[in-house]
């Protein structure tokens, strides 16, 4: 009894050594890194981990094909190395000695690539499947670019200042136009002084039109 | 009768509010964008610290005599360029006409590039910066071809701001986001310069003072990132070597002449407005030193930055090196460090040579990736925007620094437009009852419909044009009839004369030396040679072509027979004038000289035109 129950299961071993090896059919090869991911929180990789992810992979199979027939020694795992890195195969118990077909895991993985990568707190390039793509997220795109938002602040700051300015300057000129009339209406009221029958103002020096005569006689003034 | 006394300056044209607004209003317009982009990188690529050799002995024959004039001129004769030299003797009136169209020319596409500046800056609120990471494709599989090629950062410049043509030829459609980036470009402009110096005045507090502000922030930040120390070294170490090339010595005096505007007008614009009696000459020297300290002072956070760009992308190329290896080998984590990477490779190409060629490694130079030297909108817009995205805060320092350059751009701005404001203004092309904002707004509207034409497709190829062409030999051309002008027809007697009764002390010999031989003969060496090494290839330049074989790398290009042409007249327009507007008069003056009743105008001086 015992011994065909040995036999069984060196049958079963050697069996599983066929399925599971690297370049095998229906084959993929995990690479983790979780020195990478987590630093000094990193976990050590050992059987317990390795455990956990075969009911992943039963779990994401399960899901995918909705039938509870895997299980988790369906998955076999091999050729573990230091990297972390090794290879794996689904079984399929209905058939013998068979493995699932590589598109239904890929696909399963697919669909649940996110429940996995959070299961080893990593993440799609640290919890990597090699031949399987992983599809990348869209972009988050607002409704209105935030460029137009800032571009409109800043313009309508520069047109609030034109403005002012604008306003202001032609405050100012009315305020000097105002000005100016009323000085010139000041002036017409005072009375015109006299001196030798010739008007104040005239004898004011302006520029260019300097009257010859007093010009000449600048130097019997003293100088103040 | 009583002489009421005579208020000077009573011709009521605008005045400073003090000294200090017009030493910083110089030193604004002096310092630009050039001192950031072009300096360091001229001082990285002529051997480093030997390059101050030739830099300060240009400014002190070149730079500073030339600028020192300039303010004397603009001070004594109290009037705009093309006023001033018709004052000097109308056979030179050309001189005044050829700055004020250069000023023009320069005006058009130095405010297109602020409108990239400020495209940057309104696009750095964001979360991630839309330069660092590239976009996906049509099916999501991947990211866009051309960004995936080319880094994110080309992308965005070349693609998404520039939207590039990949020939000059093709000018490609108007890009509407530069279209409004330019209006609001321009409506800044017109909002600080609205009334000439009254508000660029106020405006130049902030736009001259801010750089500083934030070059000191860099420097500390750049000072304290890893790799700065690299930078530095590479940057400083002399190569005394490179003097004895002479394109080192032309780089150097055609960095002088153009990082200090001479010849634009606009610093002869600033100075009319000063008060005759105030010290040009001390004024002069503290500008220039002013502004070859603030490039040297640029240099330091900016070779500290591509010091740190550089370590980092040394690192990644051994990060991606070792992940490589540790793969393939099936090694543990952590297992090969940067610091044990060479022996490990040695090991291993000695064990499994076929297995480390399959893996083709790149090698890992940190030399290779400080050579990699940029300058100009190369600078700001692709090595510096990557710089920043590795930064922790990526989004202040982006901000910091775009408004660093747009500051630094709109001072430069003000001395342009304040070039071409106050001719117009003197020779009352508006009737003078109409406001100065009238003239003001006028001439922004019109330079920002002009210059729609840079924001098409191929509008970064035309500035490139211009840069090359309108704003380099046209200003060697003027500054030399400049100099020859006032020490030769005006007479430098006379000048100094002027200078005299502007300083209260005697002209120094070093002025007299430097104005009457050395600066004219400087002037006319540089033009010699930087005439000669343009002619000796054809003009060409460098296009982004996603469909070029060696992509993303840029396309060599010779310019079509038409770009050229007007490649030509953008450098003769401006030097054109100065003839022209001799003859023209030299023939009004005869067809006087035949009318007896004609009477030579009075040739004024400074001191005339003032008592």
Redo the contacts between chains.
Sequence with gaps: MLRALLLVFSVVAIAHAELCKPDAQNAFKV?I????ALGDNAYAWDANEEYLFKAMVAFAMRRYSSKSTTQISNVLLCNV?????FWFVVTDSSKNVTTVPGSEVEAAIRMNRNRINNAFLLSDKTLQFLKI?S??S??VEPSTP??LI??GV??CL??A??IF??VS??QK?KKKNKEATERENLEEKVEVTL?NGIPCEA???KAGHINGVFAAD?DR?TS? | LSATPETPKEDGRPKWDNKFQYILSCIGFAVGLGNVWRFPYLCQIHGGGAFLIPYFIALLFEGIPLLHLELALGQCLRKGSIGAWNTISPYLGGVGVGSWMVSVLVSLYYNTVLTWVMWYFINSFQEPLPWSVCPLNENRTGFNEECHESTAVNYFWYRKTLNITPDIAESGTFQWWLILCLAACWAIVYLCTIRGIETTGKAIYVTAIFPYLVLTIFLIQGLTLPGATEGLIYLFTPNLNTLKNPRVWLDAATQIFFSLSLAFGGLIAFASYNPTKNDCEKDAVTVAIVNSMTSLYASIPVFSVLGFKATTAYWDCLDRNIINIINEFDLPEESIMRQNYTSWISFLNSSYPEKIAGLKLKSCDLQEFLDQSVSGTGLAFIVFTQAIILMPGSQAWAILFFIMLFSLGLSSMFGNIEGVFTPLLELQIIPKSAPKELLSGIICLISFLIALCFTLGSGSYWIDIFDRYAASVPLLVLAFFEVIGVVYIYKIKRFSEDVEWMTGRKLNLFWQITWRFISPLLLLIVFMAFVTLQMQKPPSYTAWNPKYEGFPIKEEKVYPPWVQAICVLLASLPCVCVPLVAFFHLVKQKRRSKDPSFVPPEVSSCQGANS
């Design positions: 690479r890194s979780i020195k990478t190395t230091d990297r972390v890195s793509t599809t990348l869209p972009p935030v460029w800032v571009f800043v313009l520069i047109v200042g034109i300015l604008v300057g032609i000129h001196e004898l004011d020096l600048d003034f103040l």
